[in-house]
């Protein structure tokens, strides 16, 4: 991942989360301002529902206690036979708007009732149960009709004249007419539980149409008020479709749950709203990215800039190209950083030139004392052999031949050994390009494996090669790579006068191979390592210290490394990679 | 419309008054012992009198107005039982609009003579408020009433009331479980019916023929048994216990509601619907003042197995215990015809204590209209 990239990511990480933060605070804090808001709409609806429910109440009483007060009451409180006034609550309920009203008499028994006319005769002993009906107003009852058991909101009132006493009960029926009278506002709904059963009955959960279609996510609330009445809020439904319930429970004269009243305000309003605010957000959220990014990406750029060109400038001076320089545009610390930059590739340059200056002085030294030394050596015998053949001529005469045939001999040698010395210089000078081909690396290390086997047996060295039968052809020249082998084999048999284990590896690696030429001889120092591929570095008594210098030649020039891993006493490992 | 000629024999004739008619066409009234006799010294002192007297004299003319609760769906007027098919005796019909309306003429060649009253019309089908309203208001001069209305009426109203005629009875019609059907005979409150709905008009009875006929029909039990009742039914298997109820006669659907209400305390589930049902509200009357005749013939309407034929009143009684065996049949109640006059109807009571319309013998105050 690059700097750029990273510094991006960031940026962008940083806008998102400072955007979403913001949106949501922003979102939270609205949605509770307007669920806030919502809760007390829904409050001062519900009392408003309340004060209605009131108003109802007082005015059966009103109602009830005006029919209580009528001479028709007075005169029937005193009649004797109550037979000829068994219909009489039908008109008189219509009259007072009620759907419900009884006339009974002082002992329980009803005279005349309109919600069921033929329960004449029948007693409501619950009306004896108290004596200041009119005291407590209007209150909820369950209430026996033809058709089944409902709930209503009566109001007893009483007539006495003299020892004699009549009972009025009026009221209303609690069912979906009631509830479609109510004023509601939009929104909002009434629903009507009548706790007419022991269980739940969603029968018996209606609102002004009838009984509620979907009743089940409402049981629980139902269920939480018939456990313990009290005022309940809920809220029911997720999305647009949630309803906020205020229940209230609904009590009879005794106390007794008889019904759950249940005010449903929709929460769809709000749910767009906050809709409205959510897809606001998004939308402000997404720009404000879009714009972060595009900040983000210009700023990037603008940072990231000067850095890429020291990048660049770094990797130039890494592939050998030591005289770049970076443009310095700024005086911070990007441009600080360029100036050193510029500074170090320029004192790299003059080191660098410095450096090749006194190396090849010393190389020059190296190889001046180096041909002193091989040239001093064969000249040594030249001069010997040639003086011994002016004093034979001087002193001996008739010897002069022998010495001349011997000198003679002793002079080709030397200057066929001069040759050789000079051949070699001259090889190591003009080392020649490879010629590439396919190269089987087993067969080239067991071929000159062989050529080696009267040298190892000389010096005592056991050769073992280990092969890898999976290593196919590798593309290399192997005039040269044979020379190589053989510079490392020469090289392992002098490390080992006294005899020892010499190892050569082939290892498959891939489309290349490693070669390894292992040996168990004394091992090299870390300082002896770092020089070794020096060229006329030798640490033996004899050669040109060409050999290695050879070898590290016709690696590089395959493109392939040389390593050397060894440690005192422990013997010395090669290791050629190519491919 | 259609003419109708009277088609009844002179068995029906009926004794009347003498009619003498007079040059202008006009019939006049004079019934034996009521001609005045010109005399002098009087005249002017029962001057006064006689404008008074003259109301109350027979006379002819007028349309009598008639509204009755039944409604009768029939091409053709019926032409035998009570009601418009009594007026056949005296009277041609001249139109009839089945289920509405009914006009007839008085026939001038009727057996007994031809009656007072010019018309008589009658409309069939009027609901009970409006019939009061109709006689209030002058719009009718005879309507029949519910025994239960008759402690309604206005203090000084002519009523004329027949003796019990009409029988009240729950009839089951292919319920095959006897203790159901004993449970509901013994659960209904006839007193409280009787005492309220029926407002003391008319009798309690456990029996089909009357007792003001048979005179044994206090041996049959009237008298409910609720604890008795609720054992019955408990017995019975629970589909049994669920039974519908049918009420032919709008007028007693308040006591059908009482029968359901007491069949509930028994553990009977009554349901009342229109038609089809298992047991039946129903209302037949006694059409004979024989009771040889009246039992086969409320057994029939009843669909009860016809009676062995009685010739004493024991065998009478016998056969009338046959028919209530297995309580296919309750009698509730015997009740009367009622119907409330207007005071322009002079001459009545215009109905026989079988409840038959005897309107020949009726005028009008103020006679042609």
């Known amino acids: 991942m690059t700097f750029r990239t990273r510094l991006l990511l960031i940026f962008t990480i940083a806008v998102v989360a400072s955007v979403g933060i913001v949106e949501w605070v922003g979102s939270d804090t609205t949605r509770e301002s307007f669920e806030r808001a919502e809760s007390q709409r829904v409050n001062a609806l519900v009392a408003q529902f309340q004060k209605e429910f009131d108003r109802r109440k007082q005015g059966i009483v009103r109602e009830v206690n005006g029919i209580a007060g009528s001479d028709a009451m007075l005169n029937l409180t005193l009649a004797t036979d109550y037979a000829p006034n068994y219909d009489d609550a039908p008109p008189i309920a219509a009259a007072h708007g009620l759907g419900l009203l009884e006339l009974v008499a002082g002992d329980g028994s009803i005279i005349s009732s309109a919600e069921w006319p033929a329960r004449f005769g029948y007693k409501e002993d619950w009306l004896l149960s108290r004596d200041n009906w009119r005291s407590l107003g209007a209150f909820l009852k369950r209430e026996e009709l033809p058709d089944g058991v409902t709930l209503a909101l009566v109001a007893v009132a009483t007539v006495n004249a003299g020892d004699r006493t009549l009972y009025i009960v009026g009221g209303q029926e609690l069912d979906r007419q009631f509830l479609s009278t109510l004023v509601l506002p939009s929104g909002m709904r009434a629903l009507l539980y009548r706790n007419l059963s022991e269980r739940f009955s969603a029968a018996e959960l209606i609102d002004s149409s009838g009984p509620v279609a979907r009743s089940a996510p409402l049981q629980p609330l139902v269920e939480s008020v018939m456990a313990q009445p009290r005022e309940t809020t809920r809220t029911i439904g997720t999305g647009a479709t949630a309803e906020t319930f205020h229940a209230l429970p609904l009590l009879g004269y005794e106390n007794n749950l008889l019904g759950v009243l249940l005010v449903g305000s929709s929460r769809r309003s709000l749910v767009e709203l906050e809709t409205s605010l959510r897809t606001t957000g998004i939308v402000v959220a997404a720009s404000g990215i879009l714009m972060g990014l595009i900040l983000a990406w210009w700023a990037t750029a603008r940072i990231t800039r000067p850095v890429r060109r020291l990048a660049e400038s770094a990797g130039k001076v890494a592939a050998g190209n030591w005289n770049t320089t970076v443009e310095i545009a700024s005086g911070d610390e990007i441009g600080q950083l360029a100036t050193s930059f510029n500074r170090m590739t320029h004192e790299l340059v003059e080191q660098r030139e410095r450096l090749v200056q006194t190396e090849r002085v010393a190389a020059w030294r190296e190889l001046a004392r180096r041909l002193a030394h091989e040239l001093k050596n064969p000249l040594f015998p030249l001069q010997i052999t040639v003086e011994n053949m002016q004093r034979a001529r001087e002193g001996y005469p008739e010897q002069f031949d022998e010495v001349f045939r011997e000198g003679s001999q002793t002079l080709l040698a030397e200057l066929a050994n001069l040759k050789q010395i000079i051949g070699r210089f001259s090889d190591f000078a003009k080392m020649p390009a490879p010629e590439m081909q396919a190269v089987d690396f087993n067969a080239l290390v067991r071929e000159t494996m062989k050529l080696f086997e009267p040298q190892f047996a000389n010096a005592h060295v056991a050769a073992r090669t280990q092969l890898d039968p999976r290593l196919g052809s590798v593309s290399a020249d192997p005039e040269q790579m044979t020379r190589a082998l053989r510079n490392l084999i020469l090289n392992a048999i002098d490390a080992m006068p006294g005899g020892g284990t010499l190892t050569v590896r082939t290892i498959a690696l891939g489309p290349g191979v490693r070669l390894e030429v292992s040996d168990t001889g004394q091992g090299l120092t870390p300082e002896e390592c770092d020089r070794l591929f020096t060229p006329y570095y030798t640490t033996k008594t004899h050669g040109t210290g060409l050999g290695l210098a050879i070898v590290q030649s016709v690696v590089s020039d395959h493109k392939g490394k040389i390593s050397v891993d060894s440690k005192p006493g422990q013997g010395t490992t090669f290791r050629i990679e190519l491919g | ?369």
């Open chain 2, 1 to 369: 419309m259609t003419a109708w000629k009277n088609s009844r024999g002179a068995d029906f004739r009926l004794r009347r008054t003498s009619v003498r008619r007079c040059g202008s066409g006009t019939k006049t009234p004079c019934p034996e012992g009521r001609l005045l006799k010109p005399c002098a010294a009087l005249l002017l002192v029962l001057c006064a009198v006689a404008t008074g007297l003259a109301e109350t004299r027979p006379h002819y003319g007028g349309t009598l107005r008639v509204e009755v609760q039944e409604s009768i769906e029939a091409p053709d007027p019926p032409q035998t039982g009570p009601g418009i098919a009594d007026l056949f005796n005296a009277f041609a019909i001249t139109r009839w609009e089945s289920g509405r309306r009914a006009v007839f003429a008085a026939d001038d060649n009727a057996a007994g003579g031809r009656p007072y009253i010019d018309t008589v019309d009658v409309e069939m089908g009027r609901p009970p408020r409006e019939q009061a309203i109709a006689l209030d208001t002058g719009k009718a001069d005879i309507v029949q009433i519910e025994p239960a209305d008759l402690r309604r009426q206005p203090p000084g109203r002519k009523i004329w009331s027949s003796s019990p005629v009409r029988l009240v009875a729950l009839v089951f019609s292919g319920y095959q479980e006897p203790r159901i059907r004993e449970a509901l005979a013994l659960a209904v409150d006839r007193a409280a019916i009787y005492r309220v709905l029926l407002q003391g008009q008319g009798d309690i009875s456990g029996a089909l023929l009357p007792q003001w006929l048979s005179g044994y029909a206090f041996l049959f039990s009237a008298a409910g048994d609720l604890p008795r009742a609720r054992a019955l039914a408990a017995s019975a298997p629970p589909a049994a216990r669920v039974l519908t109820l049918s009420v032919d006669n709008p007028s007693l659907r308040s006591i059908a509601d009482r029968i359901v209400l007491n069949a509930h305390d028994a553990g009977l589930a009554v349901s009342i619907v229109p038609s089809g049902a298992s047991v039946r509200l129903v209302q037949t009357r006694v059409i004979s003042a024989d009771p040889n005749r009246a039992l086969p013939a409320i057994a029939a309407a009843l669909g009860l197995p016809e009676p062995p034929r009685a010739d004493t009143p024991e065998a009478l009684y016998n056969a009338e215990r046959g028919l209530l065996e297995g309580f296919r049949a309750i009698p509730l109640f015997h009740l009367p015809d009622v119907y409330a006059v207007s005071p322009r109807v002079k001459g009545g009571p215009g109905i026989t204590p079988l409840g038959e319309w005897r309107f020949e013998n009726l005028w009008l105050e103020g006679g042609r209209q």
